[in-house]
């Protein structure tokens, strides 16, 4: 036994853990509440430097001790001299990078640092930004880094080339670098513009380049997400700039929609006279703003000029003329516009980026992210003569990917709508319009039918969620919605001229919640509600009669 050293057995060593830990606890708990008192009593001195700093360098994330050493330095930044004060700064930095060595990813210590440079001068930005690329190189997905080197780049100036350079860099040393992507997104906009209005988010020259940059990152290894949300992002149409796509005038009532949300305190619209604007519900946004006026009044010429002009900047932001038709309305509309235009050049491009997904997919069939950003592809080329593929593959995704069937579903509703309505729009633009039968799951681009006096929505699968976005049928007056999957029309919308409404074959249950929702609509006097739980109801007709004027219910005359 002599000469061998003494291993202690488990319990023991138990024991000794937990008596160990009980000591740090201990102390711990005596320094918190001594530093907790001297806050308490204004004490802002060296000492509270001294406990919170090494607190901290245990556990940097309680950030009420951080709050305390900033209440200590601006103490000191108002009674003692610059070289003194200079030594705190140091301390601090010392502490906070001393803390990060301990948790790279302590918001806390990150944000103190950023405090610290702040709130002093004569800060060495070259140094921070150094430390910034040491911790990168270290962990590239440091997230709360790459929000201290957009602090450091904004505070020193850094010119944007150089930092697209910089992702440039970490994109090359591994194509897995979300965070470098996402800049890099941020950057070239800035840089490199699209100043042919054709929708893209960067100029045709460098979006062709990017597009060969990201290509080779995807295809390095198509199972990471990283390059193909970049790519994605290229392939997305940019925010273009605000501008009426249509104004529609009837029954003393006047409405004016626009590419994108506006409010009410952003805009001015010239023109038409001293005429109060509204938004609908309860949003501070819309696409539509509607008011009640005489159009006879305001329209005595044949044209009418009309103006919408900033309120922040007084610039005007699009001059139109409006037509007075022979009907005494007044009327305008734009051509709908759902895709980004590509010069034959890029779409060249684009047809090869196709090529190389479907050589991929040959190899991969299932590599959701190269069928995902083939169809993308498919609609940004040319949507039409690829919609079978297109739908095919959203089908195929839904079936390798069952987590986002829902996300597929919705995609498809907006590519289905988009298919019909550009049709509906050749047609003349007719009072009807029907996009029954064609396996929506949500409503999208509802603006576009602000004219329709007839919409047919029936054999889909609409959900009660997407009721809220037939708040734009300003218009109509007779809505199918028929063999959907409503469970409640909770967010039903105020429909003032709708008269005529069918929800025939969905799951609507609750006799109170129907009726309150309906009620908004005075209008109503044909209502059907056969095959739905709710008709099992005695209180229904009853509490129908109550809340509207209905003269035909379930297809019968009350």
């Not at 697209?164 to 950057?187: C, M, P, Q, V």
């Not at 970049?230 to 273009?240: I, V």
Request: glycine residues 2%.
């Amino acid at each position: 036994m002599h000469g061998r050293v003494k291993v202690r057995t488990t319990e023991e060593q138990k024991e000794l853990e937990r008596k160990e830990r009980e000591k740090k606890v201990k102390v711990y708990k005596a320094a918190i509440q001594k530093v907790f008192a001297k806050r308490k009593n204004n004490e802002l001195d060296d000492e509270g430097l001294e406990i919170t700093g090494q607190i901290l360098l245990s556990n940097p994330d309680i950030y009420t001790l951080w709050n305390y050493r900033k209440e200590i330095v601006l103490h000191y930044k108002e009674i003692r001299p610059a070289e003194e004060l200079e030594e705190v700064v140091k301390t601090e930095l010392y502490l906070a990078e001393s803390c990060l060595r301990k948790n790279p990813k302590s918001y806390c210590a990150w944000y103190h640092r950023c405090w610290i440079l702040d709130n002093m001068p004569n800060t060495n930005w070259k140094r921070e930004l150094a430390i910034c690329n040491k911790y990168l190189d270290l962990d590239e997905r440091n997230f709360h880094c790459w929000d201290y080197r957009r602090f450091v780049v904004k505070r020193a100036a850094v010119p944007a080339e150089d930092e697209l350079a910089y992702t440039g860099e970490k994109i090359a040393d591994n194509f897995s670098n979300y965070s470098a992507w996402h800049l890099r997104s941020k950057l070239l906009p800035l840089l490199h513009p699209d100043t042919s209005q054709g929708g893209r988010p960067v100029d045709e020259k460098h979006h062709g380049k990017e597009l060969d940059m990201v290509q080779s990152a995807a295809f390095t290894d198509p199972s990471d997400q990283s390059a193909w949300f970049y790519l994605r992002w290229l392939l997305g149409r940019d925010k273009p700039a605000l501008h009426v796509t249509q104004v529609v005038s009837e029954h003393g009532k006047l409405c004016i929609r626009f590419n994108q949300p506006v409010s009410l305190n952003s805009l001015q619209i010239e023109g038409l006279g001293d005429v109060e604007w509204i938004i609908k519900g309860d949003l501070h946004h819309s696409m539509i703003l509607t008011a009640e006026v005489d159009v006879k009044k305001i329209a005595q010429a044949d044209e009418l000029n009309v103006k919408i002009v900033s309120k922040t900047s007084g610039e005007v932001v699009e001059s139109i003329k409006l037509v007075r038709e022979p009907n005494e309305t007044i009327s305008y509309r734009r051509s709908f516009q759902f895709h980004a235009d590509f010069s034959p050049a890029l779409s060249l491009v684009l047809q090869d980026q196709l090529a190389s997904c479907d050589q991929l997919l040959e190899f991969e069939p299932d590599s959701k992210w190269t069928v995902l950003t083939s169809v993308l592809l498919m609609h940004a080329l040319d949507r039409k003569k690829y919609k079978k593929e297109i739908m095919d593959r959203l089908e195929k995704l839904m079936q390798i990917d069952s987590l986002r069937t829902a996300y597929y579903s919705d995609l498809r509703s907006r590519y289905t709508t988009e298919y019909l309505l550009e049709l509906w729009e050749a047609e003349g633009c007719k009072e009807s319009l029907s996009l029954a039968d064609s396996k929506l799951t949500s409503l999208y681009h509802m603006e576009c039918a602000l004219s329709v006096k007839e919409l047919d929505l029936s054999s889909n699968l609409i959900c009660s969620r997407s009721l809220p976005n037939l708040v734009s049928l300003e218009f109509c007056q007779v809505l199918n919605l028929d063999r959907n999957n409503l469970t409640s029309l909770n967010g039903f919308p105020h429909l003032p001229v709708l008269r005529k409404l069918s929800l025939c074959e969905n799951k609507l249950a609750e006799v109170e919640s129907t009726v309150k929702n309906l009620s908004l609509c005075s209008k109503l006097s044909d209502l059907d509600l056969r095959n739905n739980p709710v008709t099992d109801d005695d209180r229904l007709v009853a509490a129908l009669k109550e809340a509207l004027a209905l003269s035909v219910f379930n297809g019968s005359s009350l």
